[in-house]
């Protein structure tokens, strides 16, 4: 045997040479995906494109015009806008402007290495986008990496029949029933926080307040009750664990780390912070979960509780939502949905009220328009859901605030297989951006006044409120739409009418213009609010 190896030619020569023909394969094998990744298909998508009329930004392989956007953003957020003027595209979307001028509205940009992207404006496009033809497009790959690591395979990462599964089921948990239930919890934590003003300017008839923090912790309180009902104490200390956690993973400054294979798993102290902050999480989530199932079991509870960690346990429990399709949640996905509520909800409504408040102190007729409708409802009485349906004018005008600062400025999405849009074909891979924020100046659809204030637009509904309905898209629109947008618009309503039956409002001196994207988009210098006490 051992004469017919040497024989044979299976010397360790021989050896060394079958492996670097396979690692030289291994090697080529992985130089043609790469090249293929990040050249020839891309490559491709622009020849399509080009070819139905569409004009490509040039590609630069080192991160596309990412670079370039970033760069234009930190220059035109470097100070605060001279005027109070809701002309922001060019400073939130800056990249917008200039590209449409050389290259069209409808063009082609690279939000990144090996990411052509399509900016569309056109509201039947977004249409089929978002709604008719949902099911090709997924959320965009990196934006999905950032949002797994950060809240776990929740339904911001999901797509197709998982995503239905877990929409169904907290679609269950938001059901309009469920939530005429917590105006009661709105009303207790808003009821709170005026006391805590109250206190600040005791002896004073005007005291100032810096609301946007105040209202990030009002949010946070209202959704950690709803989420977590009688546990909201317990689940209060994961609020501020996700904000670190937030800015650790999708600060601007930290998005490169996602981009390099492996970085994740490195043993440096971020890593490790995160992986601590992550720890943290998890423990307390598991601590509210198992009391709540001990309490489930010894009969304390009828079932696990009315509220979501409650209803997500009792699917977990029963699975009976699907006939056909009897998969559970397991407990992984409860707390990956608390988690991605708690986020998706919060800094979205505290933004919502902090430009409300400085709408309403800039127009003060508009102001003096709500408060009267709101006192002659209330009458003195609390609020209720009965008597929030009846707030017309502050819909409209929280209608209006969306319109100027949605929370999110720009949705993207990429095409997961080829199809047709408006008679335009999408190759497989192609992104597709949709500025929000442009689109809710678009004058086309809105009018010559479509950066003014003037909430009386939506007199007739939100529908009615420019030509074509897919032109305001606050909350998204299509299947996923926002799962908290009667919360967010309950929410924002209790607070307000609250607000406004004990103060008047006055925008302080030290405000300094500047809507920034922090996560939702934001006042960047904060929002000092002057509060006058009503007699
Ligand atoms: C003013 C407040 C809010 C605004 C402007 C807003 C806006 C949006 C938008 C634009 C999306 C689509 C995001 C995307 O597809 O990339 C979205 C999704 C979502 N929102 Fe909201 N949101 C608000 C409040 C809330 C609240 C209060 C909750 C929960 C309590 C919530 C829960 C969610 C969830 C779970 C999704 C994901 C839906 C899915 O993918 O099926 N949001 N929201």
Redesign the pocket.
Known sequence: MAGHLETGGWTGAAWWAILIAALTVLLMKYVWMTLEQIWWKPMHIVRKMESQGIKARPYQLLGGDYPEIVKLAKAAQSEPMTTISHDTVPRILPFFGPCCASHGTMHLFWQGTAAPTLNITDPEMIKEIMSTKSSCFH?AALEAQILERFLGKG??VVEDDE?TRH?RI?NSA?HIEKLKAKVGVMVTSTEQLMKRWETLGVNDSSFEVEVLQEFYKLTRDI?SR?VFGNSYKQAKKTGLLQEELAELLMGPSQVWKLLIPGYSLLPTPYNRRIRRLKQDMNRILDEIILTRQEHAESGKLRDYGNDLVGTLLYEAETGNHDPKDRKRLSIEDVKNECQ??LF??HD??AN?LAWTVMLLSLHPQWQERARKEVTEICNGSPIDDEKLRGLKILTMILQEV?RLY???AE?TRVAVKNTTIQGLSIPEGLQVSLPILQIHRDEEQWGSDALEFRPDRFAGGAAKACKNATSYI???CGQ??????V??MM??KVVLAMILQRFSLQLSSKYKHGPKVAGALSPQYGMPIIFHKLT
């Open positions: 959320r339904i911001f995503w929409r907290i938001f959704l709803t991605t509520v998706a909800g979205t409504t919502l969306l949605p929370a999110v949705l606050p909350f998204s996923r739409t926002c799962v908290g947008q919360f967010a929410e924002a």
